[in-house]
């Protein structure tokens, strides 16, 4: 009983394919076109993998030109499209539809133009994060949202849910470091948005095309902001006796008024894992770990380094450590660059994305691991603390259809209580299918209302990646599903995985 709940196919479109794809194969001759069972099986899930489906073809386009042709095609004959960079996404943005042609721009990866008088790169959408800073580098720049999946994320799947990433505490996210987009409308119009500055004359658009999660169009070409590398970067990993102090000293520094390039937070089963991947020196002892980076010159690295060290010793840390070299300072990081495919390799993981005030970080990870024991879920926290965004790895079976049920609803409690807290449901992944159903616990309907309405202007027939984003049951229909839900609860929680009462001794629950 997943609570997954797709869109009712359309039978036409289905009995038509044969026909779809051969007009598709004339309209557009020199991109790639995937129809075959095996070949589109590559593309049947993102990151998400719990969930699957088989599209009705793949389409890769090569231009913007092909692209427009492609979505004028599929707004004329009323067939859904599921736009697609490189499938990292871990909220099912870009599960496909079994009627929906998924068009994946991952050959569109050029960089058109990098510009380092006026500090800008023009890029095609398919391009990874990390190419565009390579390239940047030759002139002494470097692009700043660094997701974990920088390596291979591209940069219109970052414009579709707004990524951030490590860094994006001091340089904040997409949407801060992007100044113009080259978007296809599903009627196949192509429009710029944007420019090649800051405060482009006109509406300002941009921050509604990004973290629109393919709703409203299909990004092909970006213009991204570009910064001077800096002088000098260097990590400090301290280790602590307990989360809470590690989430406190958090806290405690972003209230001193320091901001640092990034904190980074590790808990024990995280370090373990991550250490065995990547020996980078993390201490096995503490039970959570920060990795918090300064940059500037050797004076101004040194001055901030103290003073965050002696914030930290207010909170007695267990080991406290500076890298020395820059080969230790790229270790240390290759070791949290590299922990999401570490837990993989030990376990599926549900991976959430909440966000919530800093003030609320100790109590936050608090009642995430009580959600989780009272599941009977293993969970690893892996998160940028510097922002409070919140990553939660829950560690489970993704072949028993029983532990994706009660995933479902950890995760969703999870989610939740971020909400509680004042926080809300996405940071940098989106809502895609994952989060979809949670829209009413942060938005009323007359919210939810003015974001169709924006939809609809856009996509009248919503055909751009349907099914994600919006709730499809009504809010009373939720409640309903709400109650059911709470009846698996209590079958699952007190029958199947039985709480033990020395977990939950003391503590109200959430």
Same mark, same amino acid.
């Given at each position: 009983?997943?609570?997954? &709940?797709?869109?009712?196919?359309? $039978?036409?479109?289905?009995?038509?394919?044969?026909?779809?794809?051969?007009?598709?194969? $004339?309209?557009?001759?020199?991109?790639?076109? %995937?129809?075959?069972?095996?070949?589109?099986?590559?593309?049947?899930?993102? #990151? /998400? +993998?719990?969930?699957?489906?088989?599209?009705?073809?793949? /389409?890769?386009? !090569? +231009?913007?030109?092909?692209?427009?042709?492609?979505?004028?095609?599929?707004?004329?004959?009323? %067939?859904?499209?599921?736009?697609?960079?490189?499938?990292?996404?871990?909220?099912?943005?870009?599960?496909?539809?079994?009627? #929906?042609?998924?068009?994946?721009?991952?050959?569109?990866?050029?960089?058109?133009?990098?510009?380092?008088?006026?500090?800008?790169?023009?890029?095609?959408?398919?391009?990874?994060?990390?190419?565009?800073?390579?390239?940047?580098?030759?002139?002494?720049?470097?692009?700043?949202?660094?997701?974990?999946?920088?390596?291979?994320?591209?940069?219109g799947g970052n414009i579709a849910t707004n990524s951030g990433g490590?860094?994006?505490?001091?340089?904040?996210?997409?949407?801060?470091?992007?100044?113009?987009?080259?978007?296809?409308?599903?009627?196949?119009?192509?429009?710029?948005?944007?420019?090649?500055?800051?405060?482009?004359?006109?509406?300002?658009?941009?921050?509604?095309?990004?973290?629109?999660? !393919? =709703?409203? !169009?299909?990004?092909?070409?970006?213009?991204?902001?570009?910064?001077?590398?800096?002088?000098?970067?260097?990590?400090?990993?301290?280790?602590?006796?307990?989360?809470?102090?590690?989430?406190?000293?958090?806290?405690?520094?972003?209230?001193?008024?320091?901001? @640092?390039?990034?904190?980074?937070?590790?808990?024990?089963?995280?370090?373990?894992?991550?250490?065995?991947?990547?020996?980078?020196?993390?201490?096995?002892? #503490?039970?959570?770990? /920060?990795?918090?980076?300064?940059?500037?010159?050797?004076?101004?690295?040194?001055? /901030?380094?103290?003073?965050?060290?002696?914030?930290?010793?207010?909170?007695?840390?267990?080991?406290?450590?500076?890298?020395?070299?820059?080969?230790?300072?790229?270790?240390?990081?290759?070791? $949290?660059?590299?922990?999401?495919?570490?837990?993989?390799?030990?376990?599926?993981?549900?991976?959430?994305?909440?966000?919530?005030?800093?003030?609320?970080?100790?109590?936050?990870l608090d009642e995430i691991g009580w959600i989780c024991r009272k599941?009977?879920?293993?969970? #690893?926290?892996?998160?940028?603390?510097?922002?409070? &965004?919140?990553?939660?790895?829950?560690?489970?079976?993704?072949?028993?259809?029983? =532990?994706?049920?009660?995933?479902?609803?950890?995760?969703?409690?999870?989610?939740?209580?971020?909400?509680?807290?004042?926080?809300?449901?996405?940071?940098?992944?989106?809502? !895609?299918?994952?989060?979809?159903?949670?829209?009413?616990?942060?938005?009323?309907?007359?919210?939810?209302?003015?974001?169709?309405?924006?939809?609809?202007?856009?996509?009248?027939?919503?055909?751009?990646? @349907?099914?994600?984003?919006?709730?499809?049951?009504?809010?009373?229909?939720?409640?309903?599903?709400?109650?059911?839900? =709470?009846?698996?609860?209590?079958?699952?929680? +007190?029958? +199947?995985?039985?709480?033990?009462?020395?977990?939950?001794?003391?503590?109200?629950?959430?």
């Amino acid at each position: 009983m997943s609570t997954l &709940n797709l869109p009712d196919p359309d $039978r036409a479109v289905l009995a038509r394919r044969n026909d779809i794809v051969k007009q598709l194969r $004339r309209l557009v001759p020199d991109a790639v076109l %995937i129809a075959d069972e095996e070949g589109c099986r590559t593309f049947e899930s993102d #990151a /998400l +993998t719990a969930y699957r489906c088989l599209p009705l073809a793949v /389409l890769l386009p !090569g +231009t913007t030109e092909e692209v427009a042709a492609i979505l004028r095609f599929c707004q004329d004959n009323h %067939i859904k499209v599921v736009p697609r960079g490189a499938g990292t996404s871990l909220c099912g943005g870009a599960l496909p539809l079994e009627d #929906a042609v998924v068009l994946c721009l991952s050959r569109m990866n050029k960089v058109l133009e990098v510009d380092p008088k006026n500090r800008i790169a023009r890029v095609e959408a398919g391009i990874t994060n990390i190419a565009i800073t390579e390239a940047a580098s030759k002139h002494g720049f470097f692009y700043a949202p660094d997701p974990s999946s920088q390596v291979a994320c591209t940069v219109g799947g970052n414009i579709a849910t707004n990524s951030g990433g490590a860094h994006c505490l001091k340089y904040g996210v997409t949407v801060n470091n992007l100044l113009g987009v080259r978007m296809v409308t599903m009627d196949g119009e192509i429009i710029d948005i944007g420019g090649v500055h800051f405060d482009a004359p006109g509406y300002d658009f941009l921050p509604l095309i990004t973290g629109s999660e !393919g =709703q409203l !169009g299909v990004v092909t070409e970006a213009t991204v902001r570009l910064l001077p590398a800096p002088e000098g970067t260097r990590p400090v990993l301290i280790g602590f006796d307990s989360s809470e102090a590690a989430a406190s000293c958090v806290a405690a520094i972003i209230a001193a008024g320091i901001v @640092p390039v990034a904190i980074e937070f590790m808990d024990r089963p995280a370090i373990h894992v991550c250490e065995h991947f990547v020996p980078a020196g993390y201490p096995l002892d #503490a039970e959570a770990a /920060l990795i918090i980076e300064v940059e500037g010159s050797e004076d101004e690295i040194e001055y /901030l380094l103290e003073k965050i060290e002696d914030i930290a010793r207010d909170f007695l840390p267990t080991s406290l450590r500076r890298s020395q070299s820059p080969d230790e300072t790229a270790m240390i990081w290759k070791g $949290r660059k590299a922990a999401f495919g570490a837990i993989g390799q030990i376990s599926d993981y549900y991976c959430m994305d909440g966000v919530i005030p800093l003030s609320q970080l100790p109590k936050a990870l608090d009642e995430i691991g009580w959600i989780c024991r009272k599941y009977r879920f293993d969970v #690893a926290n892996i998160f940028h603390a510097g922002d409070g &965004n919140l990553h939660p790895l829950i560690l489970y079976n993704a072949n028993d259809s029983v =532990q994706l049920e009660r995933v479902e609803l950890c995760g969703a409690e999870i989610l939740k209580l971020c909400v509680e807290l004042g926080g809300c449901l996405t940071g940098e992944h989106g809502v !895609g299918i994952e989060k979809r159903e949670l829209m009413y616990e942060q938005y009323t309907d007359e919210d939810i209302d003015q974001q169709v309405r924006v939809k609809e202007e856009f996509d009248p027939s919503w055909l751009l990646n @349907p099914g994600k984003v919006f709730p499809i049951e009504g809010r009373d229909a939720l409640r309903l599903r709400s109650v059911e839900l =709470q009846g698996l609860e209590v079958d699952v929680v +007190t029958e +199947t995985v039985a709480v033990e009462e020395e977990l939950v001794e003391g503590h109200d629950a959430p």
